[in-house]
């Protein structure tokens, strides 16, 4: 099982991308230290996190602390983003670990070839807007430009730690030591976009973080547009 998992793993690092370098396909993980079926996901996610032509994000999640460890990355904010998520998709339940592309394919588990196919048939759709972002010291300038997305849009602005390691004392993942990509943090909503005329808007940032911003539909809907400053 191990071998099939690192082979199919390798095949999701080495896929041809489509369209990378004008828009990036998000993959959001909702996972969580407590969860003893979350490590083979957050290594298929730890090596996804490599790819130019995907911005990946881990979400943690607080609602497996109860069960003897309590997740020191969780964000109580993150659960109520995946619970949008499931309410969007009409699903009444939520699960780690989980991963969302795009805001609209929702992949159940450690999944690499469907994770594949999934990010293959996002970035193979045309963009309907076009983001640029640039930072000038602490300054974070954000311009888009609506192509043909309908409806409100969510700027949002997402900072995350690329690499952490986890000793694990307690609970179902207890005697482990792991390892978190991209791991999510400073979630912030900037503002919102009607997408009548262009969107310009700045944010101030600090520290070498690396920086995402997201245009996504208002409502947990698809993500128009992503850039990240790595």
Same mark, same amino acid.
């Given at each position: 099982?191990?071998?099939?998992?690192?082979?199919?793993?390798?095949?999701?690092?080495?896929?041809?991308?489509?369209?990378?370098?004008?828009?990036?396909?998000? *993959?959001?993980?909702?996972?969580?230290?407590?969860?003893?079926?979350?490590?083979?996901?957050?290594?298929?996610?730890?090596?996804?996190?490599?790819?130019? #032509?995907?911005?990946?994000?881990?979400?943690?999640?607080?609602?497996? #602390?109860?069960?003897?460890?309590?997740?020191?990355?969780? *964000?109580?904010?993150?659960?109520?983003?995946?619970? %949008?998520?499931?309410?969007?998709?009409?699903?009444?339940?939520?699960?780690?670990?989980?991963?969302?592309?795009?805001?609209?394919?929702?992949?159940?588990?450690?999944?690499?070839?469907?994770?594949?196919?999934?990010?293959?048939?996002?970035?193979?759709?045309?963009?309907?807007?076009?983001?640029?972002? +640039?930072?000038?010291?602490?300054?974070?300038?954000?311009?888009?430009?609506?192509?043909?997305?309908?409806?409100? $849009?969510?700027?949002?602005?997402?900072?995350?730690?690329?690499?952490?390691?986890?000793?694990?004392?307690? %609970?179902?993942?207890?005697?482990?030591?792991?390892?978190?990509?991209?791991?999510?943090?400073?979630?912030?909503?900037?503002?919102?976009?009607?997408?009548?005329? #262009?969107?310009? $808007?700045? +944010?101030?940032?600090?520290?070498?973080?690396? *920086?995402? *911003?997201?245009?996504?539909?208002?409502?947990?809907? +698809?993500?128009?547009?992503?850039?990240?400053?790595?």
């Amino acid at each position: 099982m191990k071998s099939v998992l690192s082979a199919l793993s390798a095949a999701l690092l080495s896929l041809a991308s489509v369209g990378a370098a004008d828009s990036p396909v998000v *993959v959001e993980l909702f996972t969580s230290q407590g969860c003893s079926s979350c490590p083979p996901a957050d290594k298929i996610f730890a090596e996804l996190a490599h790819r130019e #032509d995907v911005i990946a994000l881990a979400l943690h999640v607080d609602y497996w #602390d109860y069960i003897g460890w309590k997740d020191e990355f969780a *964000v109580p904010a993150y659960a109520d983003r995946q619970r %949008g998520y499931a309410v969007a998709a009409h699903r009444k339940s939520i699960y780690t670990p989980q991963m969302v592309v795009n805001g609209q394919t929702d992949i159940v588990g450690a999944r690499p070839m469907q994770l594949s196919e999934a990010i293959a048939e996002h970035a193979a759709v045309a963009p309907t807007v076009a983001l640029d972002v +640039a930072r000038e010291g602490d300054t974070l300038k954000i311009s888009a430009q609506n192509h043909s997305a309908e409806g409100q $849009m969510v700027v949002q602005l997402v900072r995350y730690l690329p690499m952490r390691a986890t000793e694990i004392t307690r %609970g179902e993942n207890a005697g482990k030591t792991l390892e978190y990509a991209n791991v999510a943090h400073d979630w912030q909503v900037l503002g919102t976009w009607d997408g009548q005329g #262009d969107l310009a $808007m700045t +944010a101030q940032v600090s520290g070498d973080a690396p *920086v995402v *911003v997201l245009i996504q539909k208002d409502g947990h809907g +698809a993500i128009l547009a992503a850039e990240a400053l790595r």
